[in-house]
Every structure is written in structure tokens, then in C-alpha cells.
């Protein structure tokens, strides 16, 4: 019997196994009820290129509320701004298992108007 915490980690755990196998920079998300979080991590997941998240200080100053979409496009565009700034443009989008929906739909569109490719 699987409850739901361990349903995401099995998906996260299949979606890391294939982007693993393909080599490339990944864009993590880690989401709470108050936060987002997004990390992009090197091919050989050893090394954190850039980080962004509702808890920054320029974060808080945009948004009240850092448990919502509108949050999570603000840390979007930061984390592909980061990204860019460290010489990246492609990267494979690791959602730990979530749903591509609300909150996480909303960085990754943010993210890629500004200059992500996944």
C-alpha cells in the first residue's frame, strides 16, 4: 500500500534516473505549502550552479505570499536569470514528482519567457 508521499518520490526517482541517463544540467523544483524552491545542478549532480527561492530578501519585497503562482513565476524568472548569468540555456526540468500544474506550471513558464530551454 502507497500513500502519496512515497507515490511522488517513486516518479521523482524515475524522472532523475532518465535525466541522469541523458547527461545534462537539470532545473529541480522543491515546493512547500509557504515556499518554492528551484536549484539548477550540474550533469554529474555534484555541484549547485544556481538557486532561487520565495525566501530571498528581493523575492519578498514582490510578493506577499510566497505560496503561490504568481511567487513561482517571480522565482522563474530569477532562477533562468541566475542560470543565464552562469552560461546556461538548456537545461532538463526535474519537478521531484509533482504535477505539472499551479505553482510548478508557473515557474516553468516563467522560466522559459525568459530564456530557459527544457
Same mark, same amino acid.
Given at each position: 500500500?502507497?500513500?502519496?508521499?512515497?507515490? #511522488?518520490?517513486?516518479? =521523482?526517482?524515475?524522472?532523475? $534516473?532518465?535525466? %541522469?541517463?541523458?547527461?545534462?544540467? /537539470?532545473? @529541480?523544483?522543491?515546493?512547500?505549502?509557504?515556499?518554492?524552491?528551484?536549484?539548477?545542478?550540474?550533469?554529474?549532480?555534484?555541484?549547485?550552479?544556481?538557486?532561487?527561492?520565495?525566501?530571498?530578501?528581493?523575492? #519578498?519585497?514582490?510578493? =506577499?505570499?510566497?505560496?503561490? $503562482?504568481?511567487? %513561482?513565476?517571480?522565482?522563474?524568472? /530569477?532562477? @533562468?536569470?541566475?542560470?543565464?548569468?552562469?552560461?546556461?540555456?538548456?537545461?532538463?526540468?526535474?519537478?521531484?514528482?509533482?504535477?505539472?500544474?499551479?505553482?510548478?506550471k508557473a515557474l516553468a513558464d516563467a522560466a522559459r519567457e525568459h530564456g530557459l530551454q527544457f
Open positions: 500500500m502507497t500513500n502519496k508521499k512515497d507515490a #511522488r518520490q517513486r516518479r =521523482a526517482r524515475k524522472t532523475r $534516473a532518465k535525466i %541522469a541517463e541523458q547527461k545534462t544540467v /537539470r532545473l @529541480a523544483i522543491s515546493r512547500t505549502n509557504q515556499h518554492i524552491y528551484a536549484q539548477v545542478i550540474s550533469a554529474c549532480g555534484s555541484k549547485i550552479l544556481a538557486s532561487a527561492s520565495t525566501l530571498e530578501a528581493e523575492v #519578498r519585497k514582490e510578493v =506577499a505570499n510566497g505560496g503561490n $503562482a504568481t511567487a %513561482a513565476a517571480v522565482v522563474g524568472k /530569477r532562477i @533562468a536569470e541566475k542560470a543565464k548569468i552562469a552560461g546556461i540555456t538548456a537545461i532538463a526540468f526535474d519537478r521531484s514528482g509533482h504535477r505539472y500544474h499551479g505553482r510548478i
